[in-house]
């Protein structure tokens, strides 16, 4: 769980933080890629394919297929890899192409994806029994133990989760301050005599 959070929630915004428009225009002048970047990171589609996919991920059934064969486990990453990114292309897409969202729906988008992750941190923090059949296959005394572990793997993914998400509300609220600031200032000039003679 640890491992998923960095990959999925810490590593892909630091990354699209990092592209620039330059890096991406390849990738727009495909119109198939263009395309599918369009339709893939418009919010709704974006904050839904990965949250509920990776929710599914965690169904107890779902998670033991996955984690029997590499090949599954491999599957599963190229899977919802990209669709990480996807999620987090509305708040801090490097792209100039009005596709990131304005400050205010920034935090509205991610109250959403904490909300979505809500569900399936408390089915595995609050669970009183191993969720997981392919942690059975160790003797029973371990039992509370990888109870414990479960437990301590969905509070460290929701604490970390949180964190990030409250950076990114400070980022977005910074960036309407900003914006604010600007549009007063605009506003502000437009108003002023003009002094020159």
């Known amino acids: 769980m ?8 810490m590593v892909p915004p630091l990354i699209l933080l990092g592209l620039t428009d330059s890096l991406l225009k390849p990738v727009y002048n495909q119109r198939i890629l263009s395309f599918f970047l369009t339709f893939f990171t418009k919010p709704v589609v974006a904050l839904s394919l990965f949250n509920i996919l990776f929710s599914l991920y965690y ?11 590499s090949l599954n486990q491999t599957l599963a990453m190229i899977i919802l890899l990209p669709l990480s990114y996807v999620m987090w292309w ?11 969202l304005k400050p205010l729906m920034k935090i509205i988008y991610i109250v959403g994806m904490g909300a979505f992750m809500t569900p399936l941190a408390a089915l595995i923090i609050f669970s009183s029994n191993v969720l997981y059949r ?11 133990a990888i109870l414990n572990d479960q437990q301590a793997g969905g509070v460290a993914m929701k604490v970390i ?3 990030i998400y409250c950076i990114m509300i400070a980022y977005a609220f910074s960036e309407a301050v900003k914006l604010d600031k600007r549009q007063t200032e605009e506003a502000t000039e437009q108003v002023s005599p003009d002094k020159s003679f």
């Open 134 to 144: 392919t942690y059975e296959s160790l003797p029973r005394v371990y039992d509370i």
């Open 59 to 69: 169904l107890p059934m779902i998670f033991d297929t996955i984690m029997v064969s």
């Open 161 to 163: 989760q949180m964190i």
């Open 90 to 100: 509305p708040l801090v897409s490097p792209a100039k192409n009005n596709s990131t």
């Open 2 to 9: 640890l491992q998923q959070t960095v990959t999925y929630f």
